[in-house]
């Protein structure tokens, strides 16, 4: 039998990148998926390959800054499934989305509330639209994707590090007042990891190999969190060393 065979599976910002990899991975695993991405080309291509691996994916072209869409999604995925059972918070992203990298001095409000909205509150409203439904099936795991950023800063992101340290703390918090429900709540911290096939400048990897980071890397690092039943509220650092600092060879 599959890991999560029988389980449904939420992954936000689930179109390409680290979030489609961690999608296709629970669905190799026998989980299906509600797919949620603002881009719906690319949210209906990564359903489409879900499928081929036997398993049903609802596609939810949705903004995570939208609280009420996002409810109107989950109820949805509910009826059709009759639960979810893991939430992945995936969608997020710096102000260089909006070509908008800057001093903190000189960062525009507008700028500051689509940082803070995508990475944290977006985060809070999936979490709080599946977890009725998570308590009321006294069973959930709840993993947020933060970045090593909330660690030890990002020049020109300082939103950004803010929003994702945020995570982490909300991760703490909530794994407290859930537990009761055998509900896990836990945290990945990226490094720096290819997206759309391309290394990230000042990759780095301890090993002899050099290898950089891939999405794989942190989808089996969700996978782990997701299967197990005893970890909760710890944030977990996938950055092949980088956060060690300079001491190494």
């Known amino acids: 039998m599959k890991r999560f065979e029988g389980r449904t599976a939420m992954v936000t910002g689930a179109g390409k ?11 190799q695993e026998g989980a299906n998926l509600i797919v949620c991405d603002y881009n719906r080309e690319n949210a209906e291509e990564t359903a ?29 995925a509910v009826r059709r499934f009759g639960r979810i059972d893991i939430l992945v918070n995936n969608a997020g992203g710096s102000a260089g989305l909006l070509n908008k990298l800057t001093r903190f001095v000189d960062a525009q409000q507008e700028t500051l509330d689509f940082v803070i909205d995508t990475n944290l509150k977006g985060a809070m409203h999936c ?40 995570l982490i703390g909300m991760t703490r918090a909530l794994a407290m007042e859930v537990g009761e429900f055998d509900i896990c709540v836990n945290c990945v911290s990226p490094g720096a ?14 090993g ?11 989808a089996q ?19 092949g060393g980088r956060t060690l600092g300079p001491g190494h060879r």
């Open 17 to 27: 990148n680290i979030g489609k990899e961690i999608a296709l991975a629970f669905a």
């Open 48 to 76: 489409h390959e879900i499928e081929a691996f036997g398993v049903s994916a609802m596609p939810a072209v949705c903004d995570v800054r939208d609280r009420d869409n996002i409810f109107a999604f989950a109820e949805e």
């Open 127 to 166: 979490t709080q639209a599946v977890l009725r439904s998570m308590i009321r099936e006294r069973y959930g795991r709840i993993i947020n994707i933060s970045s090593i950023a909330a660690l030890c800063g990002l020049y020109d992101r300082v939103d950004y590090a803010a929003a994702k340290a945020g």
């Open 193 to 206: 990891i290819e997206r759309d096939g391309q290394k990230q400048e000042h990759m780095t990897f301890l």
């Open 208 to 218: 002899e190999n050099g290898r950089s980071g891939t999405p794989k890397d942190v």
């Open 221 to 239: 690092t969700v996978l782990f969190l997701a299967s197990q039943d005893f970890i909760t509220g710890q944030n977990f650092v996938v950055d």
